[in-house]
């Protein structure tokens, strides 16, 4: 899994709390995403880090935010979880011209 | 504005035939263009992936080919095995390989090679 670690891998939450998830790499690459996987819709964009503090909306971005203090974690929050988020969200690193993917969180939002 | 377009969506093989899936894409300043093979439970994982100064990669049983003119890519698996059975994704980047763009998804084929 190139060095992503995501966690947690499994999340119920209920509508209305906030809700992080973190994604750690161990490859020191520069750039870090966050996608989400939804049916029918492949893998969108949230947001993206280019650098410790340095991050930009991507797609799908309304109704999260995300921040990097490190160069190894990048953390995604949903401020206030609603139904519409439940999805799979998936990290991603980008380094030496490829893009590689942790496992994925699985969030439920009930 | 789907930037990508991914076709079938869904494709039944028998072990042994060829596996094609096809996708578009319409803005020209893609220049990375990546297969991602994804089974249930797990992340996507790079497959194969080509740069758009050839028209042909090959890595075993999975070739890309690739038509600039016409803005369009195709994955084709050879000798297709139950083992392939899974969902594949294309994409494209305007980045070399992700950067700022990250990297713009077709919507996904499930594939199914049967016995």
């Known amino acids: 899994d190139a060095g992503i670690t995501q966690s947690p891998r499994h999340k119920v939450t209920e509508t209305g709390t906030p809700v992080t998830l973190r994604c750690h790499q161990t490859?020191?690459?520069?750039?870090m995403y966050w996608y989400r996987q939804d049916p029918g819709h492949g893998l969108r964009l949230i947001h993206y880090?280019?650098?410790?503090?340095?991050?930009d909306k991507g797609e799908v971005s309304d109704g999260y935010s995300v921040s990097r203090s490190k160069t190894e974690d990048f953390l995604l929050t949903l401020e206030s979880a609603t139904s519409s988020q439940t999805s799979v969200y998936f990290c991603?690193?980008?380094?030496?011209?490829?893009?590689?993917f942790g496992q994925g969180t699985r969030l439920t939002v009930v | 504005q789907q930037q990508v377009k991914q076709s079938p969506q869904s494709l039944i093989v028998q072990k042994g035939g060829i596996s094609i899936i096809n996708c578009a894409y319409e803005?020209?300043?893609?220049?990375?263009f990546p297969w991602y093979q994804q089974f249930p439970g797990k992340g996507p994982a790079l497959l194969i992936a080509?740069?758009?100064?050839?028209s042909e990669k090959k890595e075993g049983r999975f070739t890309i080919s690739f038509n600039k003119s016409a803005k369009q890519f195709s994955l084709h698996i050879m000798d297709s095995q139950p083992g392939d059975s899974a969902t594949y994704f294309c994409?494209?980047?305007?980045?070399?390989?992700?950067?700022?763009?990250?990297?713009?998804f077709g919507k996904g084929t499930h594939l199914i090679i049967q016995p």
């Open positions: 803005n020209t300043a893609f220049d990375y």
């Open positions: 994409a494209a980047s305007g980045d070399s390989g992700g950067g700022a763009d990250g990297l713009t």
């Open positions: 991603a690193i980008s380094g030496g011209g490829t893009v590689n």
């Open positions: 490859e020191n690459h520069r750039y």
């Open positions: 880090s280019y650098g410790v503090k340095d991050t």
């Open positions: 080509i740069r758009p100064d050839v």
